[in-house]
């Protein structure tokens, strides 16, 4: 038997309506607040991942899956989904008409490496981001719209991470003071920050090595070393978090994985996945457009892992299978197609409907239409639709009436509504 490639998975019921409900609360509450959606490729150029996420990250050394195609043009499955939202915004000019864009996709990514809790090779994000605003009520907006989407999803046990990374102005300065400290604890260090701190020393900062993160407890903090006006957009960013009451942690070490962020970065983090305690995460990167060939365009944007975020609200409440909302039992074979009648006659009213061409008892398929979970049981015999009646089984309470076959559709309607129906007769199940 062919089996999965490991690291990938499939996606099953319940799981998938769980991730379909996750997936319409997201598109309803982005587009509240103005963002559109765009569908992207998964196939890109490797040029375009090396040159914005940073040929020194571990993602481009190590996790890209790339791969020369017959013509030799090198291409990679896209790890991330913001570069590809940067690309498309560029090619196809969106900032000529009007440079102000919030967009957002929902999409398989992948990256090699190692499987674990909530961690796949092909994983899936929620991506929105923000083009030609450079105020920080657009960081802090967007820092509100995540921790409102993870309310509307009832993920609790959330807090909100947020640092600064300063600009090009004083990020510099920074970084040799950081590299300095660091050759002063190389000893200590991992062989992954020992090959990072000279191109990405901010990485050093953001390791999960229990020495690293002793070695770095005294290291020069970023925060301390703002120019005025990093230190003026931040403050601003706490004040807008501060005044809607949002619970959140200044976080020193946040640096995020990816070189092209700038000032505001921020997570939202739980504890209920151990060291991957990242649920979503983003930041700014105003200069990330003009360094892909586009204009001089700032940007913020977020992505949320989603097999991360299924796990969470797993842990708090499995998703249960959906069930159609009635089940009919075919007594017959003039009553089988009736029941296939009924059944896309009330799928035109976008009400759930199943039955069973097997032909088995009545005692059969009760106890199919119990396995289903189905609500409502509409028993029909040949005899039954020759007298134009078919019986109606509240499964919860147990009642069953008859009623009439031309009135089924409205009175089921109404059941399933929780509308009172219609009188029809009761009878002793």
């Known amino acids: 038997m062919i089996q999965l490639i490991r690291g990938f998975k499939d996606i099953l019921q319940p799981e998938a309506s769980l991730w379909q409900h996750i997936e319409n609360e997201a598109r309803r509450l982005f587009e509240s607040h103005g963002y559109r959606e765009i569908r992207l490729p998964i196939l890109e150029k490797t040029e375009l991942f090396a040159r914005s996420i940073g040929e020194t990250t571990d993602i481009v050394e190590k996790e890209m ?6 013509s030799g043009d090198h291409l990679t499955l896209r790890p991330e989904a913001t570069a590809s939202v940067v690309r498309a915004y560029i090619q196809h000019k969106l900032s000529g008409t009007e440079p102000i864009r919030k967009l957002y996709t929902i999409g398989p990514m992948f990256r090699r490496e190692r499987p674990q809790k909530g961690r796949y090779r092909q994983f899936y994000q929620i991506d929105a981001e923000v083009f030609g605003i450079s105020s920080p009520y657009a960081d802090a907006q967007m820092i509100l719209m995540l921790a409102k989407l993870m309310e509307r999803l009832g993920v609790t046990g959330i807090s909100a991470h947020i640092n600064s990374l300063g600009c090009p ?4 300065l920074y970084r040799e003071n950081l590299k300095a400290f660091i050759h002063q604890h190389t000893e200590e260090l991992c062989e992954d920050c020992l090959r990072r701190k000279d191109k990405n020393p901010l990485r050093v900062l953001d390791c999960k090595n229990e020495s690293c993160r002793k070695a770095m407890t005294e290291a020069p903090e970023l925060l301390d070393q703002l120019c005025t006006a990093c ?11 501060d005044r809607r009451n949002l619970d959140y942690k200044i976080n020193k070490r946040l640096v995020r994985g990816l070189d092209y962020y700038t000032r505001t970065a921020f997570e939202l983090q739980t504890d209920m996945l151990g060291a991957q305690s990242a649920v979503a995460g983003g930041g700014r990167y105003d200069g990330l457009v003009k360094t892909l060939g586009g204009p001089d365009i700032p940007a913020i944007g977020f992505a949320i892992g989603f097999d991360r975020l299924v796990e969470v609200i797993t842990q708090a409440k499995p998703p249960e299978t959906p069930a159609p909302s009635v089940f009919f039992i075919p007594l017959g074979e003039s009553a089988m197609e009736k ?3 009924f059944c896309l006659q009330l799928a035109e009213k976008s009400i759930e409907a199943d039955t069973d061409y097997s032909g088995r008892s009545l005692k059969a398929l009760m106890k199919r239409a119990d396995r289903l979970a189905a609500p409502f049981v509409v028993i029909m015999g040949d005899s039954e639709l020759q007298a134009g009646e078919v019986s109606l089984k509240n499964m919860a309470t147990g009642e069953q009436r008859p009623v009439p076959l031309d009135s089924l559709v409205e ?15 009761t009878q002793d199940p």
């Open 411 to 425: 009175i089921l309607s109404l059941e399933i509504s929780g509308q009172e129906a219609p009188e029809s007769g």
């Open 339 to 341: 029941a296939f009648d």
């Open 65 to 70: 899956y790339t791969f020369a195609d017959r």
């Open 169 to 172: 102005e004083c990020r510099p």
């Open 231 to 241: 230190a003026d957009h931040f403050a601003l960013v706490r004040r807008e978090l």
